[in-house]
């Protein structure tokens, strides 16, 4: 079944998810009245095509708009396939979907085995942009972006439904793996993630953009890790901790966490702006 984990599964009135076998990923469909939102469009025109043939078992819903939660290649490289739809973005991440972005370079070098495809990739960023908030009208609901702050990059967004207690927050939270921290702000992300849980009631589905979706307790959980990479990155850089004594009381194996608390301290050198 295309490497796909599962069919659709609904998670709420008219809200549903289909998890993908590469990278674990999972994409968010809203259904309304004939309409259809979908969230994240995959690394390559194959994989965005995956979407839009699976999109036929919701009942042929008309495409009417398509959200990117932050500007990786592996949530925005299959834009060009959902056109002429609007695709909505924070403004950054179409800085970060741009010739000088870094996104086709990286995407190359992590995905060798999928050079041809990604060859026929036009970068093709977010065109209805926006800085804090933005509200997308789908059928008779609405559909409601935002921007928390600073954390796995400086342009994720999560994505809220009018009468449906679901949040997709994209790679702000990542179940059954942590975090990547390649782009991320580590010292910004702790505060983001508690927005996070600001919008997160205990009936709450929380979609991560990687992994199954979850409750408030696995939200609660990853936020606790991701505060704790800052928190012992702030006591190496205060000489309280040597790194390795540090990487021995990371929330992940020290291998696993050698890149977030690096990548932390970068922060606190002020490298990262």
Do not use: K
Request: net charge negative.
């Amino acid at each position: 079944m295309r490497g796909m984990h599962g069919p659709w599964m609904q998670i709420a009135d008219g809200v549903f998810v289909r998890r993908y076998r590469f990278f674990d990923q999972s994409i968010v469909a809203v259904v309304d009245r004939g309409q259809a939102l979908v969230v994240d469009t995959r690394s390559t025109y194959r994989q965005a095509r995956e979407v839009v043939e699976d999109l036929r078992s919701l009942g042929a819903p008309r495409l009417t708009a398509v959200v990117n939660t932050h500007g990786h290649y592996d949530h925005a490289f299959g834009n060009r396939v959902f056109r002429p739809a609007p695709i909505w973005g924070h403004e950054r991440a179409a800085v970060m979907l741009g010739p000088r972005g870094g996104q086709r370079e990286l995407a190359t070098s992590g995905l060798p085995g999928l050079a041809a495809e990604l060859a026929e990739v036009e970068l093709d960023p977010p065109d209805r942009r926006f800085t804090d908030h933005a509200d997308i009208e789908l059928g008779d609901r609405l559909v409601r972006l935002a921007y928390l702050g600073r954390g796995h990059t400086d342009n994720d967004v999560v994505l809220s439904v009018e009468g449906a207690d679901v949040l997709c927050v994209g790679d702000l939270l990542e179940n059954g793996a942590a975090p990547s921290f390649g782009d991320s702000f580590p010292l910004d992300w702790p505060a983001t993630a508690q927005a996070i849980l600001a919008l997160t009631g205990d009936r709450t589905v929380v979609v991560p953009g990687h992994g199954e979706p979850a409750g408030r307790a696995f939200a609660e959980r990853q936020a606790g890790e991701i505060a704790r990479i800052a928190e012992l990155a702030r006591d190496v850089h205060a000489g309280e901790l040597d790194l390795e004594a540090a990487l021995a009381q990371a929330p992940w194996s020290p291998e696993g966490s050698r890149a977030p608390v690096e990548r932390a301290l970068a922060q606190l050198r002020g490298e990262l702006g």
